[in-house]
């Protein structure tokens, strides 16, 4: 499972545990970062307190820019100039780091985050919005992950002969959670209030219920490498 030892990944990896050792099986935690990064130092300290096994691959900024090069290559859906604004940018630094956590994937396997900071209203642009303005951001946020970004993690992963699943994105749950109104989900309007409520009910260590978003392309240091390439 890629793992960022943050909210998402940390409740999806304590649920997976539990239901993988009823069947005598295993969940494997992997972290992809740069030398230094959030996301091999916190993952590391949070898959210890779930206790799960866990190994962590740090990579090189010349592996961040020709694993960039190869999304692009890849994917139409990242114009062959993409910088680190819009969505596109955004789109290839998150894929770059998708690309780079499945090549290193230590399992054909994989099981990943994707879909919580949509259905949960966790990304920082949700948070000025209410009403009408939400709604509207929040449908075209989720119309783009179903329709381009998770078919675009697919894609890469059938091209590293990964089979990529998300939970999050498992339709009986989403129409669970869509059954909440969008200011349910983020209550007192705290980002992702309702799932950290769940969390803490499952049974999730209070630091990484609590534990405040980083995304991906921040926290691998992707971001950095890439804003310079």
């Known amino acids: 499972m890629l793992f960022s030892g943050g909210l998402d990944s940390a409740l999806l990896a304590l649920l997976l ?11 494997h935690l992997t972290t992809i970062g740069l030398e230094g990064s959030a996301d091999l130092q916190q993952s590391e ?6 206790e799960m096994a866990w190994s962590g691959s740090q990579v090189s900024r010349e592996e961040v820019v020709e ?16 910088g680190t604004g819009g969505p596109e940018g955004v789109a290839l ?3 770059t780091g998708i690309y780079l956590a499945l090549a290193h994937a230590p399992c054909s396997r994989v099981l990943c985050g ?7 209203l966790g990304y920082a642009h949700f948070r ?10 929040y449908q075209e946020d ?14 890469l992963a059938a091209s590293l002969a990964r089979d990529l699943r998300a939970p999050y994105l498992d339709p009986s749950w989403c129409a669970q959670v869509e059954s909440y109104a969008l200011e349910a989900r ?41 804003s310079r390439a």
Do not use: C
Request: net charge positive; proline share 6%; hydrophobic share 40%.
């Open 128 to 137: 000025p919005l209410s009403g009408e303005r939400l709604r509207v951001r």
């Open 93 to 95: 630094e998150v894929q």
């Open 17 to 27: 545990r539990e239901r993988a050792r009823s069947r005598g099986l295993a969940v």
């Open 114 to 120: 994707q879909g919580a900071d949509e259905l949960f």
């Open 45 to 50: 300290d949070a898959a210890r307190s779930l």
């Open 67 to 82: 694993a960039a090069r190869k999304v692009r290559a890849t994917e139409r859906g990242v114009a062959p100039n993409a």
């Open 186 to 226: 983020r209550p007192s309007g705290v980002p992702k209030g309702l799932l950290r409520q769940l969390a803490a009910l499952m049974g999730l260590p209070e630091t990484l219920v609590q534990r405040p978003k980083k995304a991906l392309q921040y926290g691998s240091g992707i971001h950095s490498v890439l």
């Open 142 to 155: 989720v119309r783009r992950l179903r329709e381009v970004d998770w078919p675009m993690s697919q894609r």
